[in-house]
């Protein structure tokens, strides 16, 4: 059973718009949460990370929050861009130790166009 | 520069070839992994590699097999490949703990037919 999901799966914007993408999971316990960009055809970036409860990051025009009660993180970008355009993946750790697992969302695919 | 290498980029085999994936990392990370990507689902944790000689199956282990000599490199084997082993292979490394971001490779796309 996924224990991660994405919503929406995917999602088209127009560029300077903003976007809001959720991230839902049922990983017990929960260590860390992390955003990744996945580019087409390219390999994971990581955008940030999130650890407390209501953690709030902010990386340029991507800002996240992570809700620990309710198992749920966003990640919104702000005036999006063409460059924008990609798969957004959400990873949460069930712990930070060597022996933790990483458990991956299947991605939202955002494509922003002009 | 912090860079995962990985080759080939694209690979075709035929069904019951053997099959060699190679990555290498420039940080000298401790943890390795191999994953595969398949649409509509998340990566797969194959295989991860805490340091040389010290690797333990993940989620996804049968039909691979891994080799880690150096630090630096991890190898992943095909042996007598399977068509549903066609997929994008992804290798990562980080430092050790699973808090630690993981630096992708660009993937190598395997189809075997």
């Known amino acids: ?7 929406p799966q995917s999602l088209v914007v127009r ?12 990983v017990t316990p929960d260590n860390h949460l992390r955003w990744f ?13 999130l650890v407390h409860e209501n953690d709030k ?11 620990k009660d309710a198992k749920h993180s966003t990640l919104h970008i702000t005036a999006t861009l063409l460059d ?3 798969t957004y993946i959400c990873v949460v750790g069930d712990r930070g130790s060597a022996l933790g697992r990483l458990h991956f969302g299947a991605g939202t695919q955002l494509i922003v166009i002009p | 520069d912090m860079k995962v290498t990985q080759m080939p980029r694209y690979l075709i085999k035929r069904m019951g070839e053997n099959v060699l994936l190679e990555c290498g990392q420039d940080m000298s990370h401790e943890t390795m992994y191999w994953y595969r990507q398949d649409p509509g689902l998340g990566l797969q944790l194959i295989y991860i590699s805490y340091d040389v000689d010290s690797n333990s199956e993940g989620d996804i282990p049968k039909g691979y097999r891994v080799s ?20 994008v292979y992804f290798c990562a490394s980080s430092l050790r703990g699973s808090q630690n971001t993981l630096y992708f490779g660009a993937g190598t796309r395997l189809s075997v037919l």
């Open chain 1, 1 to 7: 059973k996924t224990q991660v999901e994405q919503s």
């Open chain 1, 15 to 26: 560029q300077g718009e903003n976007c809001v993408l959720q991230c839902n999971y049922s």
């Open chain 1, 37 to 49: 960009k996945q580019d087409t055809g390219k390999g994971l970036v990581s955008l940030t990370v």
């Open chain 1, 57 to 67: 990051t902010s990386n340029g025009r991507y800002s996240a929050t992570l809700d």
């Open chain 1, 84 to 86: 924008d355009t990609a």
């Open chain 2, 68 to 87: 880690r000599k150096k630090r630096e490199h991890f190898s992943l084997i095909l042996d007598s490949a399977k068509t549903n082993q066609t997929s």
